[in-house]
């Protein structure tokens, strides 16, 4: 990511592949986006809200519910691909709130009951290290 600064009024750009960044236009900070080979498109909130429907601000929440293939973010069920589910509600905490997306634990969902039993370290290692979790392994 680069930063690049103006002298005049304190306004940046922000050079990124990585549309997370697009949280961070605002009226001071412009998105520099490439869209292809030696082309950026300039991303302010006016194209964040254009292309996804929600203020940049909401831009994680969105990625959240929507989901991101390229850092593998599944996404919630029933979101879809646009942000009108989360501008609707407002935000992720509001449409959480109302229940409009299974993100949230069951509060009703039955426990089973476990017996107790001594830990077997050496299975949890092996297991987590055959997931690459090496360092977990090691502790363990």
């Known amino acids: 990511m680069g930063f690049i600064t103006t002298t005049s009024g304190f306004r940046f750009s922000v050079q990124t592949g990585d549309r ?18 030696g082309e950026l498109a300039r991303i302010g909130p006016a194209e964040v809200r254009e292309k996804y429907g929600v203020d940049p601000k909401q831009v994680p929440a969105f990625i959240v519910l929507r989901g991101d293939r390229s850092e593998k973010v599944p996404g919630a069920p029933r ?46 290692a092996a297991l987590v290290r055959k997931w690459g979790l090496n360092q977990l392994a090691d502790r363990l």
């Open 79 to 124: 979101c879809g691909r646009d942000g009108s589910r989360i501008e609707r509600y407002g935000g992720l905490e509001a449409a959480l709130k109302a229940g409009r997306f299974p993100a949230t634990m069951d509060r009703k969902a039955p426990i089973p009951i476990l017996r107790s039993q001594k830990p077997t370290w050496e299975k949890a």
């Open 20 to 37: 997370d960044a697009f949280q961070l236009a605002s009226n001071h900070t412009t998105i520099l986006y490439p869209v292809r080979a």
